[in-house]
């Protein structure tokens, strides 16, 4: 049974069910368009679950059948009516881009799980997920170029590092929408499903996550991010850095036991 967190805020839902967080864009009427409520509570869940040692991976999803629309320049511009969030729009530095998964990103897998309109700044929490899973009539796409703005949350530089150049470029400079069909054979997305499952199927993905070793996902997961644009000799520097502690974990004793027991492995993250 989910457990609903008291970082929520107005327009974030943050929950809790065993090992996922379960982070919802509240904010229908606008169809999830970013608001600076939304943002300091996407940036409190993204702590949270770094933070949490229980916590094994994340969800983020949209209310009522929409991702999220963008940024509502409007809306962010406005003082917040609920005193916390304005305590916390003043103490987390530079908040919104840490909403966006822009400067920092959790230290736990993140799984974006998609219905109708994810564009603008909603492709832009896609590209700072690791794991998308997309309704087959959700709408894609990184519009900025047609509004003379630019994609501030990163995506100008991610999209190449992550579908290569020509798509990329294709995605950025036509600002066009993208069908999910089309993100699959990009390789932008993992997942194109049936609508109205693409929350069932995060929580599926979120499952199998959180049954493996936390050390071993945790540390594969940093050995990505910190090795990305090294040369392959000095990557692997870091890789055996990292790697070496998961082989010597608890968690690695109690998979070995485990296998040999012919039993589902309890790992405690140690």
Known sequence: MAERLPISTEHCDVERDGHVVIVTMNRPE???????????????AWAYISETPEVRVGILTGAEGTFCAG??????????????????????????WKGLLRDTRPTKPIICAIEGYAVAGGTELLV?????????GATLGLFEAKRGLFPMGGSA???TRQIGYANAMDILLTARSVTPQEALAMGLINKVVPDG???EAARELAGQIAEN??????????????TEHLSEE?????SDELGWPVIGSEDAKEGSRAFKEKRPAVYKGQ
């Open 71 to 96: 940024a509502d320049l409007k809306a962010m511009g406005q003082t917040p009516s609920d005193p916390r969030v304005q305590e916390r729009m003043a103490q987390i530095p530079d908040f919104h």
């Open 213 to 226: 070793a936390p050390v071993a996902v945790q540390a594969i997961l940093r050995t990505h991010r910190e």
């Open 157 to 159: 530089i991610r999209l």
């Open 234 to 238: 000095d990557a692997l520097k870091i």
């Open 30 to 44: 606008a169809r999830n368009a970013l608001s600076s409520s939304m943002l300091v509570g996407l940036a409190d």
């Open 128 to 136: 700072g997920t690791d794991l998308r899973v997309v309704a087959e």
């Open 197 to 199: 499952t693409a929350l």
